[in-house]
């Protein structure tokens, strides 16, 4: 077998290792799932926002919400703020990407909601303006990052930050802690 494999996945599970052994980030993933179960339970949303894998990210976890996860439930009001293309493309143009998602924000964002921005970086401008936003309404700001929280982490009402700084790494430990959410959301809910 390629070494270059077993590399790959070694990091892979070092990185989810790392995360397991830490006990102030698993505090702050069981914060979380405690802020969305209370937003459902008053009535309220949760929106994502990413770019790139961060954005197929944000609408995986969406669609485990909305849809369903492990039980046949009620839908949740959870959605991925990227997904009108055309809304998208035209702020982008007639403003600045950096308010594609503040823009939105500002229209469907409504306090006791939950943001949810995703960035390996924690430095994304779009995804910090939506924080932003998110603030001044009143709404739960929840980062998803990479060791260092970026930028973001000044605007997260609750910070994961993933213990790494190797793009791939972090992005799977999101979709994984995104997992574990859901589940245990739903878990609780139904």
């Known amino acids: 077998m390629d070494s ?6 070694q990091a892979a599970i070092h990185t989810k290792q790392n995360v397991l052994n830490n006990k102030v980030l698993l505090s702050e993933i069981e914060k979380v799932i405690n802020v969305i179960v209370r937003a459902f339970q008053n009535d309220k949303k949760v929106l994502f926002c990413g770019n790139g894998g961060s954005a197929a990210d944000a609408q995986h976890l969406a669609a ?22 055309s809304y998208l493309t035209a702020v982008a143009n007639d ?10 924000v500002k ?32 709404m739960h700001t929840i980062g998803f990052t990479g060791e260092t929280g970026g930028k973001m982490k000044e605007y997260c009402e609750y ?32």
């Not at 270059?4 to 996945?9: G, K, N, R, V």
């Not at 990407?97 to 939105?104: D, M």
Request: charged share 25%; proline share 3%.
């Open 4 to 9: 270059s494999i077993q590399e790959i996945l």
């Open 64 to 85: 485990e919400l909305s849809g369903r996860f492990y039980k046949d439930r009620e839908p949740l009001d959870a959605e991925a703020l990227h997904v009108n293309t």
């Open 95 to 104: 403003y600045s990407y950096n308010e594609v998602y503040s823009r939105i």
């Open 107 to 138: 229209a469907k964002g409504r306090e006791g909601d939950v943001l949810i921005g995703l960035s390996t970086s924690g430095n994304s401008q779009n995804i910090i303006e939506a924080l932003k936003v998110a603030q001044e309404r009143g």
């Open 159 to 190: 910070l994961i930050n993933v213990p790494s700084m190797d793009t791939p790494r972090i992005q799977e430990c999101h979709i994984t802690i995104g997992h574990i959410i859901c589940e245990l959301v739903e878990k609780q809910l139904f």
